[in-house]
């Protein structure tokens, strides 16, 4: 079988999986509709550090700010959580995807920019045709193409249901006047954060983010109001400059399959086009550069070694779990009013659970037990 694959999409998951297809001697054509790699920052840049460190990326020049702890309001009560070790990092999310990019080219994959993806053939092998008129021809594509994934779409795999998607809004200020810069928050209120929350993502004592995300996607500009009017957040930004912001949607639940089957040929998603996604913050580097290695490998084996390619399988096997608990998580909460949150970060504190979330907590897998 020839050993070409066609990646749509170079953002952080699309450059991961070409750089690992590429290095396995596959030889990649990835396409971005953009003129630039990277989503432009439209990401909140935090992540786990044994996450980014699987990622396989050279991130460590990227650093921004180290975190260490998180504390969690709901109402009147909070709890917060720190420990002595770094456990995440912030990034600019714009310079990692262009470090993955950077990389996936060195590795050998051909990087075409202003190369949207618009139409697909699966008769024989999968050819892609683009914006730019050119058409690319494959045993094997795979869309990193995010969450409206023209790749999904147009391949008619399963939807993700619409309320299992937020609305995001994030802005990063400087000016900022923020007094423990290695801890991040989450604000619990479903009168406007309806099923998500409100957070702050220190860049440094005088940087930072600030995101809210709910389901009713009418009601973000409310839920953006109530959080600028937010005493605690008001004060952190009081003399800031706002110097970026934006609106983005997050899925949070899987699709039913990721995996298609033509012939010979295979049509994969990886990433926010297929939901991998940790419903509990929204999260999907880490887990989407997970599954994204899943796909090199099940492409790599299949397109050298013609064994089968089961990445549907694999990934799930791996990682489903993992991101069925987070949601099964993010689904009980939902259910939980907000006296409720209150009354359980309360009770979470009194009967002292902060060691044990210091000891065992985890941003990626809940609990390391
Ligand atoms: C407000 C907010 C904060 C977040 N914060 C975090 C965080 O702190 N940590 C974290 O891990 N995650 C976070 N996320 C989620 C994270 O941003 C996504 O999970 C991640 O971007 C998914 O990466 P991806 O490569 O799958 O898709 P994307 O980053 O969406 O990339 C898709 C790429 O495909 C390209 N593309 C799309 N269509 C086509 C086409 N037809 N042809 C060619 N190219 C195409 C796009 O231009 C883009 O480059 C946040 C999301 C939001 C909205």
Wanted: hydrophobic share 35%.
């Amino acid at each position: 079988m020839e050993n070409k694959a066609i990646v749509i999409g170079a953002s952080a998951v699309g450059s991961i999986t070409a750089k690992e297809l590429s290095r396995r001697g596959i030889e990649v054509d990835l396409l971005e509709e953009d003129s630039r790699v990277g989503k432009f920052g439209k990401c909140g840049g935090i992540f786990s550090k044994h996450g980014m460190d699987y990622t396989g990326i050279n991130y460590q020049d990227l650093i921004l700010n180290e975190i260490k702890g998180a504390r969690i309001i709901a109402g009147k009560e909070e709890l917060n959580v720190r420990t002595p070790q770094t456990q995440a990092v912030v990034l600019s999310r714009q310079a990692f995807d262009e470090r993955a990019a950077d990389e996936a080219v060195s590795a050998g994959a051909n990087l075409h920019l202003n190369s949207r993806a618009r139409n697909f053939d699966t008769n024989g092998k999968i050819t892609v045709k683009t914006t730019d008129n050119h058409s690319y021809s494959a045993n094997v594509a795979i869309g990193c193409d995010g969450n409206s994934s023209i790749t999904a779409r147009k391949l008619e795999f399963p939807e993700i249901p619409q309320s299992d998607y937020v609305i995001s809004y994030q802005a990063e200020f400087d000016k900022a006047n923020v007094p423990t810069p290695d801890i991040v928050d989450l604000i619990l209120d479903h009168k406007y954060y309806k099923n998500f929350f409100a957070w702050t993502i220190p860049i440094s004592d005088k940087k930072i983010r600030i995101g809210i995300a709910t389901t009713e996607i009418k009601k973000i500009e409310d839920a953006k109001k109530a959080a600028f009017a937010d005493p605690y957040l008001s004060s952190l930004i009081k003399n800031a400059n706002k110097t970026f912001e934006f609106y983005h949607m997050i899925p949070l639940k899987y699709r039913k399959t990721t995996q298609k089957t033509y012939g010979s040929s295979h049509v994969l998603l990886a990433g926010d086009s297929a939901g991998q996604v940790k419903a509990t913050s929204g999260g999907g580097v880490n887990f989407g550069a997970k599954c994204a290695k899943v796909a090199a490998e099940e492409t790599a084996n299949y397109l050298l070694h013609e064994k089968p390619l089961e990445y549907e399988k694999n990934w799930r096997k791996k990682h489903g779990k993992t991101l069925k608990f987070h949601y099964i998580l993010h689904r009980m909460y939902r259910l939980m009013p907000n006296w409720l949150s209150e009354m359980g970060i309360g009770v979470s504190r009194r009967i002292g659970m902060q060691p044990l979330l210091e000891k065992y907590g985890d941003m990626d897998y809940v609990f390391k037990i």
